[in-house]
């Protein structure tokens, strides 16, 4: 699932990259060009370097160059979302489910019953 939503996230590029020249560079830079699994390495060794950072290591990051790191952060963001996405999608919109949640009843603080309906357009996932 993460190569699959990693290619997504390659493909699909995120609007909010594509306001920005300076993001879009990056991002372009850093995970549109390598392949997935170089990504992975790339995720990984991120975290290890902002994780295990020491005063004694003079390559260590600082607070206030956190701009270094918001492609990186965007990103993740967006990998986490889609995987959740992908794994929580069919366990909610099961039709049982839908059903169970249109048949709840849900009242306003003024004690009007809210009326539930199924939207059609998204049909229920069995």
Do not use: M
């Amino acid at each position: 699932i993460l190569l699959e939503t990693i290619k997504t996230i390659k493909s699909k590029i995120d609007p909010i990259f594509k306001k920005r020249k300076d993001l879009y560079a990056d991002f372009v830079k850093k995970y549109v060009n390598r392949k997935e699994k170089e990504i992975i390495e790339n995720i990984i060794d991120l975290r290890g370097f902002l994780h295990h950072h020491s005063a004694k290591n003079k390559k260590i990051w600082h607070p206030a160059e956190q701009r270094k790191f918001e492609v990186d952060a965007l990103v993740l963001h967006q990998i986490c979302y889609y995987i959740i996405s992908k794994k929580i999608n069919n366990v909610l919109f099961q039709t049982t489910r839908v059903k169970d949640f249109i048949n709840t009843d849900v009242k306003t603080k003024k004690g009007q019953k809210v009326n539930w309906e199924e939207d059609k357009r998204f049909p229920s996932n069995d």
